[in-house]
């Protein structure tokens, strides 16, 4: 990653942990139990997470869950085919909104 997003080191973990360490402990416990096997499967999990984090644009969630989706037995093309889904549907979300300024545009024109 470039400087604009540095590698997180465990100088920076260190320091989250003594800032907050409570809420932090908790976390991790949440995205233990998050990822654990249930209903759906790691593999599926983070195969989602992929797709979210693209979504959101995180680069750590990313980095991170595109690691998690490979150690859980994902494919590169699962992976692949997630993004393309996380990519549709930012997409989707552009198109769906449109709506918002047709309606704009429609109230302007009758206004006028």
């Not at 416990?29 to 983070?46: H, I, P």
């Not at 992976?79 to 709506?99: C, D, F, K, L, N």
């Amino acid at each position: 990653m470039s400087d604009m997003y540095p590698h997180s080191t465990p100088e920076t973990q260190a320091r989250r942990r003594a800032l907050a360490p409570e809420p932090l402990k908790a976390f991790q416990e949440f995205s233990r139990r998050v990822f654990a096997d249930e209903a759906l499967s790691q593999q599926t999990k983070q195969l989602i997470a992929v797709a979210v984090a693209h979504t959101t644009q995180c680069p750590y969630c990313i980095r991170g869950h595109t690691e998690g989706a490979l150690k859980a037995g994902a494919s590169p093309e699962q992976i692949m085919e997630a993004i393309w889904v996380a990519a549709e549907m930012r997409a989707g979300a552009a198109y769906a909104h449109s709506t918002i300024a047709l309606d704009v545009l429609k109230t302007a024109a009758e206004r006028s």
